[in-house]
């Protein structure tokens, strides 16, 4: 009998299960019974996030190898549940280092929703913006950033207000870069951003690449909308940045 999709797909892939040893008498031995390796708790006792993961189903350790499962599926690649909490714990502490600690972790309480919703989308922004032949420079990147930080009143203070959106400091340059390709599509696309009709106009192109791109998430993140190009239980905008600066600043 072939595994479930599912396990191969969210936790481990199929193995042949393991023969137990033989007996003392020859005519007695034998091996075990067919079927995945599928276990809801490991024996394997390392750390809290382990041991989280071993008591969820669908991302558990496969025999003595521990591998993670993955959050979602984008384009045939996966998106671990390990690169996500590495990047929801860079998150959480740069706000643990900051005097407003307390604050930013309260009003990030979703954060691996939020966290996965933006690494799906960025790879459909990015594909879109492949097909439609839009880059982002880097120069592009640092005028853009050095205008929001002079309207927000200095660079700690545009940091602070990304880690309020769950934007880690080292990843600021690249929701910079993001926001200028979806005003690089938008512009492609004839739409205003600015206007309904012209977010509907991009929200309809980014659908087709989101659906192309066969979008899968693990149940226990919820599901992906094409239609809407979001993680439905994340319920947050495609792109929160700081104010983008005018035009003719960058």
């Given at each position: 009998?072939?595994?479930?999709?599912?396990?191969?797909?969210?936790?481990?892939?199929?193995?042949?299960?393991?023969?137990?040893?033989?007996?003392?008498?020859?005519?007695?031995?034998?091996?075990?019974?067919?079927?995945?390796?599928?276990?809801?708790?490991?024996?394997l006792?390392?750390?809290?996030?382990?041991a989280?993961l071993?008591?969820?189903?669908?991302?558990?350790?496969?025999?003595?190898?521990?591998?993670?499962?993955?959050?979602?599926?984008?384009?045939?690649?996966?998106?671990?549940?390990?690169?996500?909490?590495?990047?929801?714990?860079?998150?959480?502490?740069?706000?643990?280092?900051?005097?407003?600690?307390?604050?930013?972790?309260?009003?990030?309480?979703?954060?691996?929703?939020?966290?996965?919703n933006?690494?799906?989308?960025?790879?459909?922004?990015?594909?879109?913006?492949?097909?439609?032949?839009?880059?982002?420079?880097?120069?592009?990147?640092?005028?853009?950033?050095?205008?929001a930080?002079?309207?927000?009143?200095?660079?700690?203070?545009?940091?602070?207000?990304?880690?309020?959106?769950?934007?880690?400091?080292?990843?600021?340059?690249?929701?910079?870069?993001?926001?200028?390709?979806?005003?690089?599509?938008?512009?492609?696309?004839?739409?205003?951003?600015?206007?309904?009709?012209?977010q509907?106009?991009?929200?309809?192109?980014?659908?087709?690449?989101?659906?192309?791109?066969?979008?899968?998430?693990?149940?226990?993140?919820?599901?992906?909308?094409?239609?809407?190009?979001?993680?439905?239980?994340?319920?947050?905008?495609?792109?929160?940045?700081?104010?983008a600066?005018?035009?003719?600043?960058?």
């Amino acid at each position: 009998m072939s595994p479930p999709a599912s396990s191969h797909r969210w936790g481990c892939p199929h193995r042949p299960p393991p023969r137990r040893a033989r007996r003392a008498a020859p005519h007695c031995s034998r091996s075990s019974p067919g079927g995945p390796v599928f276990r809801r708790r490991t024996a394997l006792s390392v750390s809290a996030t382990v041991a989280l993961l071993a008591a969820t189903p669908l991302l558990t350790a496969c025999g003595s190898d521990a591998r993670p499962g993955a959050a979602a599926i984008v384009d045939g690649k996966r998106i671990t549940v390990s690169q996500l909490q590495a990047k929801v714990r860079d998150v959480r502490t740069a706000q643990g280092e900051s005097p407003q600690g307390d604050r930013l972790i309260m009003s990030t309480g979703r954060l691996s929703l939020a966290t996965l919703n933006g690494m799906i989308f960025e790879q459909v922004l990015a594909r879109g913006a492949k097909d439609a032949g839009v880059t982002v420079g880097r120069r592009d990147v640092e005028q853009w950033r050095a205008a929001a930080e002079e309207q927000t009143g200095g660079p700690a203070r545009l940091k602070v207000m990304w880690l309020q959106q769950g934007v880690a400091p080292d990843r600021i340059d690249a929701t910079v870069r993001n926001q200028l390709l979806l005003d690089g599509l938008a512009k492609h696309l004839g739409a205003d951003r600015r206007q309904p009709q012209g977010q509907q106009q991009l929200a309809a192109s980014l659908a087709k690449t989101s659906r192309a791109m066969g979008i899968e998430v693990n149940p226990r993140y919820g599901t992906w909308d094409d239609k809407q190009v979001i993680l439905a239980e994340a319920k947050d905008p495609w792109i929160t940045t700081a104010p983008a600066p005018k035009p003719q600043q960058l």
